[in-house]
């Protein structure tokens, strides 16, 4: 029973941790993944979370005739290289950077308006098998006034 | 540079927090069925070990899904380049902002100022946006999003009247804070809520652009008629805060809108991306077929001048 209640702090750090790094999940979003999108204006729309090594997420969204765009995609740290795909309505992939070195953007303007899904995967590392990094992820749109 | 830390959660840590949150359960329940006390507790680490790795597992499989319908900013945005003239008389009156006590009213009225706001500033209409901007920060602060325009901002602000980027900047930041303030104290809902404002206030926008003689070949229609993918998006984002009561309310009057847009045949043929090597930029080559009749385009208005005007009273 005793060795349990030794646990507390470990606990208490590891949720105050949690709590800090969810907080942080803005500024790191603010300070390090918008400035990626420059020179293209940023949307206003915030999409970030807390994700762990081998977890995946999917954000759908309408792109617009005639705009140009660029996705912005970070992850702090703790985190592997973040791998995206984007994905049409027929599952065809249009863009995957893990064929382009993990870069962080892709630019691009399309002839018809169309919904498409940016899946994103925090690859696992595999370095040890008793830790599970987190950390904050941004998935960031920009446009530019033509 | 700034660092910035990550939380490392050792699986060791989860067990840790796992074994204590049983060990809590038991006491504060009283484990023990009424017997005498015991600080003794048998553990089946095995069978914990067990959890753990599906809780491992769980973790792993759980996808996040954001649902990203356009901001105020890209909403004005579109309507410019889909060659909007701009009509104050359009907008929602900044002295409405009194009439707004309900968190529902008050979310939805942020985003329709906040659109608002952005659509005078890309007409570089400096006065009737720092009145936007004034009614946008009122309603953010009653609805609980403090400092969304700090002084350092308001005076960036005052010191770029004239400098559209600057603005849109501003405007840009400004929204982000208050989405990230709103999903980071547990109220994304009301964030969705802002957004389906925001959203409604560019089609009324649109809609009230376009009549029987500018109809035919109109840009704007087919912008319009581009929102059917994100009125999907709307309905799935209604449904993932289901649980909020406001946001609930808004299904039924989406899913009108809905019945209408149903109407509204769009073709688009298999996309092919192209890359401008020059330039860094993909094209995705595919065209489409917008099929919209007069009647349905003005059921359509009706319907989101209804919905904008119970929005705005």
Not at chain 1, 62 to 86: N, W
Not at chain 2, 97 to 103: F, L, P, Q, V
Not at chain 2, 166 to 190: C, G, H, P, Q
Request: aromatic share 8%.
């Amino acid at each position: 029973m005793k060795r349990y209640f030794q646990l507390i702090p470990v606990v208490v750090l590891s949720a105050a941790l949690s709590v800090n790094s969810f907080a942080q999940c803005k500024t790191f979003a603010k300070n390090v993944c918008k400035p990626i999108l420059d020179p293209f204006i940023h949307d206003g729309n915030y999409n970030a979370a807390i994700l762990t090594e081998g977890e995946e997420a999917e954000l759908y969204k309408t792109f617009y005739s005639g705009q140009v765009y660029r996705i912005s995609i970070c992850g702090s740290e703790a985190l592997p290289k973040i791998q995206f795909k984007v994905i049409d309505s027929d599952n065809n992939v249009l863009y995957d950077n893990k064929s382009n070195g993990y870069s962080q953007t892709w630019d691009f303007k399309t002839e018809a308006s169309q919904q498409l899904k940016v899946y994103i995967k925090v690859p696992a590392s595999g370095k040890n098998q008793e830790e599970i990094n987190s950390g904050c992820v941004a998935i960031m749109f920009g446009f530019k006034d033509e | 540079m700034k660092m910035y830390r990550d939380t490392r959660f050792s699986l060791k840590a989860k067990q840790n927090l796992s074994v204590l949150l049983l060990v809590l359960f038991f006491i504060t329940t009283g484990c023990g069925g009424g017997g005498k006390g015991t600080d003794e507790i048998n553990v089946d680490e095995d069978e914990l070990s067990q959890d753990l790795q599906e809780l491992k597992s769980d973790l792993n499989s759980t996808k996040k899904i954001f649902y990203s319908l356009p901001s105020p900013l890209e909403t004005a945005m579109l309507l410019k380049s889909a060659g909007a003239r701009y009509d104050e008389e359009l907008l929602n009156p900044v002295s409405n902002t009194s009439k707004y006590t309900t968190n529902k009213k008050m979310a939805l009225n942020l985003g329709i100022y906040t659109t608002d706001l952005s659509f005078a500033s890309l007409y570089d209409q400096t006065q009737t946006s720092i009145k936007y901007m004034n009614a946008s920060k009122e309603v953010a602060s009653r609805l609980g999003i403090l400092d969304i325009f700090s002084d350092t901002t308001i005076k960036r602000l005052e010191e770029n009247v004239n400098n559209r980027d600057v603005i849109m900047d501003i405007i840009s930041e400004t929204f982000m804070n208050s989405s990230s303030y709103l999903v980071e104290n547990n109220r994304a809902a009301i964030s969705a809520i802002v957004l389906i404002g925001g959203w409604i206030e560019g089609l009324h926008i649109a809609t009230s652009l376009v009549n029987a003689t500018n109809f035919d070949n109109n840009k704007m229609v087919d912008r319009i008629a581009d929102q059917k993918f994100s009125l999907d998006i709307v309905i799935k984002l209604i449904e993932k805060y289901s649980y909020h009561e406001d946001v609930a309310s808004l299904l039924v009057t989406m899913k009108e809108v809905k019945d209408i847009y149903d109407k509204i045949e769009i073709r688009t043929t298999k996309i092919e991306p192209m890359k401008d090597e020059s330039n860094n930029v993909t094209t995705l080559k595919s065209s489409s077929k917008i099929s919209i009749t007069p009647e349905v385009f003005n059921e359509l208005t009706l319907k989101i001048k209804t919905i904008r005007k119970s929005f705005v009273s």
